[in-house]
C-alpha cells in the first residue's frame, strides 16, 4: 500500500513557476514509477509527465514539454514536478499517482495503482 501527499500549488501569475512535491509513504516506493496528471476538457486526468522507478527515464505531455521537469528522490520518498513558464492554461488540481508500469505505457491513467488528492494550482493571465 502506497498514499500519496501532493503539496506545493498555489496561485502564480502567467510566467512564474512552481514546484510540486509529492510524498509517499511505504517502504516500497523507489520500486514504482511516477506519474503526475491533470484535469482536461473531455477526458478525467491527462497524463502530464512520468518517471520510471529509478529516474533514468523521464516522460512529457507535449504540452509542457520543455517548461516542467520531473525528478524523484527516493530516499525521501518524494516526487518533484517543477513547472516553469507557465500559462493559464496549465491551471488544474495536479494529480501524483504510483504504478508498476512497463516503459511506454506511463501516460496511461488506468496504469497506476495509488493516486493522492490533489493540489490547486491557479495561473493567472
Known amino acids: ?17 512552481l ?4 510524498a509517499a509513504s511505504g517502504r516500497t516506493f523507489s520500486s514504482y514509477a511516477m506519474g503526475w496528471f491533470r484535469p482536461a476538457p473531455g477526458e478525467e486526468r491527462e497524463f502530464v509527465s512520468a518517471i520510471s522507478w529509478s529516474g533514468s527515464s523521464t516522460h512529457y505531455a507535449d504540452s509542457v514539454k520543455g517548461r516542467f521537469t520531473i525528478s524523484r528522490d527516493n530516499a525521501r520518498n518524494t516526487v518533484y514536478l517543477q513547472m516553469d513558464s507557465l500559462k493559464p492554461e496549465d491551471t488544474a488540481i495536479y494529480y501524483c499517482a504510483a504504478g508498476k508500469l512497463l516503459s511506454g505505457s ?6 497506476y495503482d495509488y493516486w493522492g488528492q490533489g493540489t490547486q494550482v491557479t495561473v493567472s493571465s
Do not use: H, K, M, W
Not at 500500500?1 to 513557476?17: D, F, I, N, R, Y
Open 106 to 111: 506511463y501516460y496511461l491513467r488506468n496504469g
Open 1 to 17: 500500500q502506497v498514499q500519496l501527499v501532493e503539496s506545493g500549488g498555489g496561485l502564480v501569475q502567467a510566467g512564474g513557476s
Open 19 to 22: 514546484r510540486l512535491s509529492c
